[in-house]
Each structure stands twice: as C-alpha cells, then as structure tokens.
Nanobody
Framework: VQLQASGGGSVQAGDSLRLSCTPS????????MGWFRQAPGKEREFVAA????????YYADSVKGRFIITRDSAKNTVYLQMNSLKPEEAAVYYC????????????????????WGQGTQVTVSS
C-alpha cells in the first residue's frame, strides 16, 4: 500500500494546516489510519488515529482539542486538521495504515502500522 501524504508547509505559531493522506489504489475505509510525527533527533511519536470503521478517533494528549482527524470516503482521503500550531510541533508528519485488528487497541504504536507514507514537513516559527 502506497500512502501519499501532503499539505505540509511553513507557518507561524498559532496558525493552522491541514494534512492529507491517500492510499494509492486502495480504499481508505479498509484501513485503520494514523498520523505520527518525528522531529530531528527525536523518536517518532503518535499524533492521531481513526479506526477502520471511522467511528473512533484517538489523539495524543498534547494535541487534544487542537487537532482533528477525519476521513472522507468519497475522496478516499484521511485528513489531519492542525490548529494553534506550536513551534515544538515542527516535524515530519507521516501517515500510516493498518488492517491489523491490533491497531484497534494499539493505535498509538508505530509497530502495528505496516504501511507508511513518505512524510510531509511541517515548520512552525515563533
């Protein structure tokens, strides 16, 4: 499964960005989808996830209330709306996909996602 992530860019602190992720040639509703980010010198960290059914969403505590993960089945795309961005959230953002049932419970663990996009850079200046 090839995932195509886009929407990154350079913004000021407090601004918003919307990232998009599309599984090329596959149906997004067949997958649990997640967003992770990795800053230089740091480990990849969980940001948000949405269940295969679309009925459940999960967020890292640090982004709750500011980030929103959604899925548009008609456009076969998952979005990550990021509001009130902070400089420390500058990172490469990756989307990931999984069909594993374990992703339902371990959605924040990178290991349950076998498919990853190439990443999109988000820069936040103060």
């Amino acid at each position: 499964v090839q995932l195509q992530a886009s929407g990154g860019g350079s913004v000021q602190a407090g601004d918003s960005l919307r990232l998009s992720c599309t599984p090329s040639g596959r149906t997004v509703s067949n997958y649990h989808m997640g967003w992770f980010r990795q800053a230089p010198g740091k480990e990849r960290e969980f940001v948000a996830a949405i269940s295969r059914s679309g009925g459940r969403t999960y967020y890292a505590d640090s982004v709750k209330g500011r980030f929103i993960i959604t899925r548009d089945s008609a456009k076969n795309t998952v979005y990550l709306q990021m509001n009130s961005l902070k400089p420390e959230e500058a990172a490469v953002y990756y989307c990931a996909a999984s069909i594993r049932a374990s992703a339902t419970y371990y959605y924040s663990q990178p290991d349950v996602y076998p498919y990853w996009g190439q990443g999109t850079q988000v820069t936040v200046s103060s």
